[in-house]
């Protein structure tokens, strides 16, 4: 399943655009063009973290040095390409997606092992698809965390409470980050807690 790509623009402390890269950009450049006072930065929803986007020419031109993901609202990482590789296919399951890759193990890992039903193959496909269930909410809160405090570092790093404010995001201390953030600006405000809770809700 993939999601779809989207970001976020500001001027200082002022919200000006959300949702494709496309049209991120040109607000940004019609923002520049009015004499914003800035600074005015783009920022990918997905991290946080602002991005640089060459805004010089026409829309079309604008677009065509974007990247191809953006534009089809994917995430490179949600894309299911089958890695590249110039060795010639072989033996093994290719309808299931199996991948043959090494694997460096101690001798008393490869003999426990070997000792599960299925043989060592199956045991890691088990052990990694149950680790994947049992860490897959701490991932989601830890990536949300880490997305809201590269944008409050990037935006907010002066703003009364920042230091605290982090530490409570850290904490997952929703209602504490709150009150620390509660006269921030609102539009830095609101995506803040979008970005750290938003995707949890």
């Not at 001027?11 to 494709?20: E, H, S």
Request: aromatic letters at 6%; hydrophobic letters at 40%.
């Amino acid at each position: 399943m993939t999601h779809p790509t989207s970001y976020t623009s500001f001027n200082g402390y002022q919200r000006i655009a959300a949702g494709p890269l496309l049209a991120n950009a040109l607000a940004v450049k019609q923002a520049l063009a009015g004499g914003a006072a800035g600074p005015v930065l783009i920022f990918d929803d997905a991290t946080g973290r602002s991005i640089d986007v060459d805004l010089r020419g026409t829309e079309q031109e604008i677009a065509s040095r974007l990247p191809i993901s953006a534009l089809q609202n994917e995430r490179p990482e949600d894309r299911q390409d089958e890695p590249e590789t110039s060795e010639p296919k072989g033996r093994g399951r290719p309808k299931l997606g199996v991948v043959a890759r090494e694997v460096t193990l101690l001798p008393r890992h490869w003999e426990w092992l070997a000792a599960q039903p299925g043989g060592a193959s199956v045991a890691l496909r088990k052990l990694v698809e149950e680790a994947r269930r049992t860490g897959s909410e701490k991932d989601r809160i830890r990536q949300a965390q880490e997305r809201a405090y590269h944008f409050m570092l990037a935006i907010a790093g002066n703003l009364p409470g920042f230091e605290e404010a982090t530490r409570a995001l850290f904490a997952d201390d929703r209602s504490r980050l709150e009150n620390l953030i509660g006269l921030w600006p609102a539009d830095v405000r609101n995506h803040a807690l979008h970005l750290a809770f938003g995707a949890l809700a």
